[in-house]
């Protein structure tokens, strides 16, 4: 009787969140809400679902190849669960922050710092207010972004964008189809037909299904592309540290991880043979607890986590004094899609 009013309860609050969401994309088609164009041009990355489709890599691939085709793109990204206050804003460069109107103090932008550490000299801007953010860094940097990539930007209605592409995950693209809080949807899958382009992530032999592809054109003429999402090698955060799963492969580890979708990351290592002692999880974009992290990895030879964790707070990993390693996430077709539709 207890799981059916609270599913009664979280049912009620989805219509009221279908409601809010219906009057919010009203005020901006009505124009009580303004929206602004930023100079350039404006690249839409984002979902309907709440995480785990692989943003932050799409991103990444897509400001390598616009570099590659001699372009000068930014970022501008909230900054989730980073301690951004809505008035402030950082600019960040090469893995650390080169500007704020806030002063000194430390953030836990783990998605940011990622891209700003994959992107030699491409400014990611924070700022829940992006329009404003941006504004802000035309004000204080000379050289202009020829393409601004909004991260996480397809429910971002405030800026007006050339190209809005949107990712599902090929496994599970429209989630279980029910919206927030009952379900993981942010807005009804019918707001795909908003999307220029769609591109399903995470691709495997028989996902997305025929079903379910047939599902998304019904909604939406837009452009369909497929990408594989591959782990790469291991790799030492540090070339001083001991590379001991080279010299021991079965060397029992420790799996640090806070991402949407922490199994994925467990079942490969177990896949490659990884000898995995404990398991620490985390919420996504949560920071480790480090004392709970140093009694869990002790007696462990080593410790595996992701690049989004790992850059959330490298700290931490510096601080439990034994090898840590990130497994890598690979999107090698990315540059396909984006050489077929920018």
């Known amino acids: 009787m207890q799981k059916i009013l609270i599913r009664f309860f979280l049912w009620c609050l989805s219509w009221v969140y279908m409601l809010a969401v219906f009057v919010r994309k009203l005020s901006y ?25 692989g943003k932050s890599p799409i991103v990444i691939e897509l400001a390598r190849y616009l570099i590659e085709q001699g372009h000068r793109p930014a970022v501008l ?19 650390s922050i080169q500007n704020s109107n806030f002063g000194i103090r430390n953030i836990y932008a783990d998605e940011a710092m990622m891209q700003s550490k994959e992107l030699f000299d491409v400014p990611i801007i924070i700022g829940r207010r992006r329009y404003q953010a941006a504004m802000w860094y035309l004000d204080i940097c000379k050289e202009k972004p020829t393409h601004w990539i909004l991260d996480d930007g397809f429910q971002h209605l405030q800026v007006q964008r050339s190209v809005d592409i949107v990712l599902l995950d090929a496994v599970e693209p429209l989630s279980d189809e029910k919206l927030l809080p009952l379900g993981h949807l942010r807005e009804s899958k019918k707001a795909l037909c908003r999307a220029d382009v769609i591109i399903f992530t995470r691709c495997k032999k028989s996902f997305p299904s025929d079903v379910m592809m047939a599902e998304v054109k019904n909604i939406s003429q837009a452009p369909l592309f497929f990408v594989p999402f591959e782990y790469g090698e291991l790799s030492l955060i540090s070339l001083d540290q001991y590379d001991v799963l080279k010299q021991n492969p079965r060397a029992e580890i420790a799996v640090l991880v806070g991402v949407a979708k922490p199994d994925e990351v467990i079942d490969y290592l177990v896949a490659i043979g990884k000898n995995i002692r404990h398991v620490i999880k985390v919420s996504d974009h949560q920071r480790f607890p480090l004392l709970a992290v140093k009694e869990r990895i002790a007696g462990c030879s080593a410790v595996v986590t992701t690049a989004k964790d790992y850059w959330r707070e490298p700290e ?14 690979s999107l090698k077709t990315a540059k396909l899609c984006f050489s077929s539709i920018l």
Do not use: D, M
């Open 77 to 95: 990204t909230r900054g989730y669960k980073s301690g951004i206050k809505p008035e402030e804003f950082a600019i960040l460069r090469n893995g």
């Open 29 to 53: 088609k009505t124009r009580l809400k303004k929206t602004y164009q930023l100079p350039g041009i404006t690249i839409s990355v984002g979902n309907i679902a709440v995480g785990g489709t």
């Open 316 to 329: 931490i990993f510096h601080k439990i004094n034994i090898p840590t390693y990130i497994l890598p996430l």
